[in-house]
Protein backbone atom coordinates (compact mmCIF):
# COMPACT_ATOMS: atom_id res chain seq x y z
CA UNK A 1 0.00 0.00 0.00
CA UNK A 2 0.96 3.46 -0.98
CA UNK A 3 0.61 4.93 2.24
CA UNK A 4 -1.19 8.37 3.80
CA UNK A 5 -0.71 10.55 0.68
CA UNK A 6 -0.52 14.47 0.85
CA UNK A 7 -0.28 17.10 -1.23
CA UNK A 8 1.24 19.28 -1.76
CA UNK A 9 4.17 18.46 -0.14
CA UNK A 10 5.25 22.55 0.71
CA UNK A 11 2.54 25.30 -0.07
CA UNK A 12 3.69 29.30 0.28
CA UNK A 13 1.01 31.62 -0.08
CA UNK A 14 0.57 34.99 0.74
CA UNK A 15 -1.72 36.43 3.56
CA UNK A 16 -5.37 36.77 2.53
CA UNK A 17 -5.19 33.58 -0.03
CA UNK A 18 -6.96 30.56 -0.34
CA UNK A 19 -5.41 27.57 0.81
CA UNK A 20 -6.72 23.59 -0.02
CA UNK A 21 -4.66 20.83 1.24
CA UNK A 22 -5.43 17.56 0.43
CA UNK A 23 -5.23 14.04 1.55
CA UNK A 24 -5.71 10.48 0.62
CA UNK A 25 -5.88 7.62 2.84
CA UNK A 26 -4.89 4.17 3.18
CA UNK A 27 -7.58 2.38 0.95
CA UNK A 28 -9.82 0.55 3.18
CA UNK A 29 -9.16 2.89 6.11
CA UNK A 30 -12.96 4.02 7.74
CA UNK A 31 -11.58 7.01 9.94
CA UNK A 32 -9.69 10.10 8.76
CA UNK A 33 -7.83 12.70 10.98
CA UNK A 34 -5.76 16.21 10.46
CA UNK A 35 -3.32 17.28 12.86
CA UNK A 36 -1.44 20.28 13.04
CA UNK A 37 2.03 20.85 14.28
CA UNK A 38 3.70 24.14 15.55
CA UNK A 39 6.49 24.70 17.68
CA UNK A 40 4.23 25.89 19.85
CA UNK A 41 1.18 23.51 20.59
CA UNK A 42 2.96 20.72 19.09
CA UNK A 43 0.97 18.24 17.57
CA UNK A 44 -3.31 18.70 18.21
CA UNK A 45 -6.25 16.88 16.51
CA UNK A 46 -8.26 19.47 13.96
CA UNK A 47 -10.98 17.38 12.92
CA UNK A 48 -11.84 13.59 12.37
CA UNK A 49 -13.77 11.67 10.01
CA UNK A 50 -15.46 8.06 10.04
CA UNK A 51 -16.96 7.06 7.03
CA UNK A 52 -16.93 10.22 5.39
CA UNK A 53 -18.68 11.62 8.14
CA UNK A 54 -17.25 14.12 10.42
CA UNK A 55 -17.37 13.21 14.07
CA UNK A 56 -15.56 15.99 15.93
CA UNK A 57 -14.50 18.75 14.80
CA UNK A 58 -13.84 20.57 18.11
CA UNK A 59 -10.05 21.43 17.37
CA UNK A 60 -10.61 23.52 14.59
CA UNK A 61 -9.17 26.65 15.47
CA UNK A 62 -11.69 29.23 13.41
CA UNK A 63 -14.61 29.60 10.92
CA UNK A 64 -11.47 30.05 8.50
CA UNK A 65 -11.10 26.17 8.62
CA UNK A 66 -12.85 24.03 6.97
CA UNK A 67 -12.77 20.30 6.29
CA UNK A 68 -14.61 18.03 3.75
CA UNK A 69 -14.55 14.03 2.83
CA UNK A 70 -16.37 13.48 -0.44
CA UNK A 71 -15.50 10.17 -0.21
CA UNK A 72 -13.50 7.58 0.91
CA UNK A 73 -10.36 8.32 -0.67
CA UNK A 74 -10.03 12.01 -0.79
CA UNK A 75 -10.06 14.87 2.34
CA UNK A 76 -9.67 18.28 2.09
CA UNK A 77 -8.46 21.10 4.99
CA UNK A 78 -9.23 24.43 3.23
CA UNK A 79 -8.16 28.03 5.19
CA UNK A 80 -9.76 30.87 3.98
CA UNK A 81 -8.62 33.50 4.58
CA UNK A 82 -4.73 32.10 5.39
CA UNK A 83 -3.12 34.08 8.19
CA UNK A 84 0.61 33.98 8.77
CA UNK A 85 -0.18 32.31 12.18
CA UNK A 86 -1.65 29.44 10.38
CA UNK A 87 1.95 28.61 9.12
CA UNK A 88 2.73 25.09 10.36
CA UNK A 89 3.14 21.59 9.50
CA UNK A 90 -0.47 19.89 8.35
CA UNK A 91 -0.88 15.97 8.52
CA UNK A 92 -3.15 13.67 7.64
CA UNK A 93 -3.85 10.52 9.45
CA UNK A 94 -5.95 7.31 8.91
CA UNK A 95 -6.84 4.15 10.60
CA UNK A 96 -8.88 1.10 10.04
CA UNK A 97 -12.47 0.14 11.15
CA UNK A 98 -12.92 0.61 15.06
CA UNK A 99 -10.61 3.82 14.97
CA UNK A 100 -7.98 4.27 17.75
CA UNK A 101 -9.69 2.76 20.41
CA UNK A 102 -8.80 -0.94 18.56
CA UNK A 103 -5.81 0.57 16.21
CA UNK A 104 -2.97 2.42 15.28
CA UNK A 105 -3.06 5.41 13.27
CA UNK A 106 -0.97 6.40 10.25
CA UNK A 107 0.32 9.53 9.09
CA UNK A 108 0.89 11.02 5.89
CA UNK A 109 3.96 12.85 5.14
CA UNK A 110 2.42 16.29 5.99
CA UNK A 111 2.17 19.52 4.03
CA UNK A 112 3.93 22.45 5.34
CA UNK A 113 2.46 25.61 5.07
CA UNK A 114 3.82 28.83 4.96
CA UNK A 115 1.91 32.22 5.44
CA UNK A 116 3.80 35.23 4.94
CA UNK B 1 -8.10 16.98 29.84
CA UNK B 2 -5.33 14.02 29.82
CA UNK B 3 -1.91 15.09 30.37
CA UNK B 4 1.60 13.12 28.47
CA UNK B 5 4.37 14.00 29.85
CA UNK B 6 7.57 13.14 28.23
CA UNK B 7 11.46 12.63 29.50
CA UNK B 8 14.22 13.89 28.78
CA UNK B 9 12.80 16.51 26.37
CA UNK B 10 16.78 16.44 24.74
CA UNK B 11 19.41 13.52 24.74
CA UNK B 12 22.43 12.89 22.97
CA UNK B 13 24.03 9.86 22.65
CA UNK B 14 27.04 8.65 21.02
CA UNK B 15 27.04 6.09 18.21
CA UNK B 16 26.57 2.31 19.93
CA UNK B 17 25.12 3.45 23.50
CA UNK B 18 21.64 2.66 24.51
CA UNK B 19 18.77 4.93 25.78
CA UNK B 20 15.33 4.75 27.31
CA UNK B 21 12.85 7.36 27.10
CA UNK B 22 9.58 7.65 29.38
CA UNK B 23 6.06 8.46 28.24
CA UNK B 24 3.94 9.62 31.81
CA UNK B 25 0.36 10.10 31.36
CA UNK B 26 -2.39 11.26 33.68
CA UNK B 27 -5.39 8.91 33.33
CA UNK B 28 -5.87 5.73 32.00
CA UNK B 29 -6.00 5.30 28.16
CA UNK B 30 -7.60 3.00 25.60
CA UNK B 31 -4.29 3.45 23.27
CA UNK B 32 -0.66 4.53 23.30
CA UNK B 33 1.76 4.51 20.25
CA UNK B 34 5.19 5.36 19.77
CA UNK B 35 6.32 7.13 17.10
CA UNK B 36 9.50 8.54 14.98
CA UNK B 37 9.56 11.68 13.27
CA UNK B 38 12.71 11.94 11.23
CA UNK B 39 15.12 15.00 10.08
CA UNK B 40 12.21 15.23 6.95
CA UNK B 41 9.18 15.58 9.51
CA UNK B 42 7.58 12.27 8.73
CA UNK B 43 5.65 9.81 11.22
CA UNK B 44 6.55 6.48 11.49
CA UNK B 45 5.10 4.04 13.54
CA UNK B 46 7.17 2.59 16.01
CA UNK B 47 5.24 0.69 18.05
CA UNK B 48 1.22 0.47 19.12
CA UNK B 49 1.36 -0.71 22.76
CA UNK B 50 -1.48 -0.39 25.32
CA UNK B 51 0.12 -2.52 27.39
CA UNK B 52 2.27 -5.40 27.70
CA UNK B 53 6.05 -5.19 25.74
CA UNK B 54 7.21 -5.34 22.39
CA UNK B 55 9.72 -5.54 20.35
CA UNK B 56 11.45 -4.93 17.09
CA UNK B 57 14.93 -5.54 16.47
CA UNK B 58 16.71 -3.21 17.97
CA UNK B 59 13.82 -1.27 19.57
CA UNK B 60 11.65 -2.54 22.28
CA UNK B 61 8.63 -0.85 24.17
CA UNK B 62 6.48 -1.74 27.44
CA UNK B 63 3.61 -0.02 28.64
CA UNK B 64 2.52 -0.66 32.35
CA UNK B 65 -0.79 1.13 31.89
CA UNK B 66 -2.03 0.48 36.08
CA UNK B 67 0.62 2.44 36.47
CA UNK B 68 0.17 4.93 33.50
CA UNK B 69 3.82 5.44 32.28
CA UNK B 70 5.57 3.80 29.10
CA UNK B 71 9.34 3.36 28.15
CA UNK B 72 10.91 3.07 24.82
CA UNK B 73 14.49 1.34 24.68
CA UNK B 74 16.39 1.72 21.83
CA UNK B 75 19.93 -0.24 22.13
CA UNK B 76 23.34 0.21 20.06
CA UNK B 77 21.84 3.52 18.71
CA UNK B 78 22.90 4.72 15.03
CA UNK B 79 22.91 8.46 13.66
CA UNK B 80 19.45 7.33 11.64
CA UNK B 81 17.52 6.91 15.47
CA UNK B 82 18.31 10.75 15.43
CA UNK B 83 14.69 12.61 15.49
CA UNK B 84 11.66 13.09 17.80
CA UNK B 85 10.17 10.23 19.32
CA UNK B 86 6.61 10.87 20.37
CA UNK B 87 4.45 8.96 22.64
CA UNK B 88 0.80 9.67 21.93
CA UNK B 89 -1.92 8.58 23.62
CA UNK B 90 -5.92 7.82 23.82
CA UNK B 91 -8.56 8.67 26.13
CA UNK B 92 -11.38 6.16 26.79
CA UNK B 93 -14.54 6.32 24.40
CA UNK B 94 -12.82 9.08 22.17
CA UNK B 95 -10.77 9.28 19.19
CA UNK B 96 -8.88 12.38 19.85
CA UNK B 97 -5.81 11.17 20.26
CA UNK B 98 -2.79 13.10 22.22
CA UNK B 99 0.61 13.49 22.10
CA UNK B 100 3.44 14.19 24.63
CA UNK B 101 5.97 17.05 23.86
CA UNK B 102 8.57 14.40 22.33
CA UNK B 103 12.31 13.55 23.34
CA UNK B 104 14.61 15.14 21.10
CA UNK B 105 17.49 12.40 20.29
CA UNK B 106 20.89 12.97 18.48
CA UNK B 107 23.16 10.03 17.95
CA UNK B 108 26.46 11.58 16.82
CA UNK B 109 29.14 9.16 14.73
Known amino acids: DAGVIQSPRHEVTEMGQEVTLRCKPI?????LFWYRQTMMRGLELLIY????????DSGMPEDRFSAKMPNASFSTLKIQPSEPRDSAVYFC??????????????FGQGTRLTVV | GIQVEQSPPDLILQEGANSTLRCNFSDSVNNLQWFHQNPWGQLINLFYIPSGTKQNGRLSATTVATERYSLLYISSSQTTDSGVYFCAVLPYNNNDMRFGAGTRLTVKP
Open chain 1, 93 to 106: ASSPTGGLMNTEAF
Open chain 1, 27 to 31: SGHDY
Open chain 1, 49 to 56: FNNNVPID
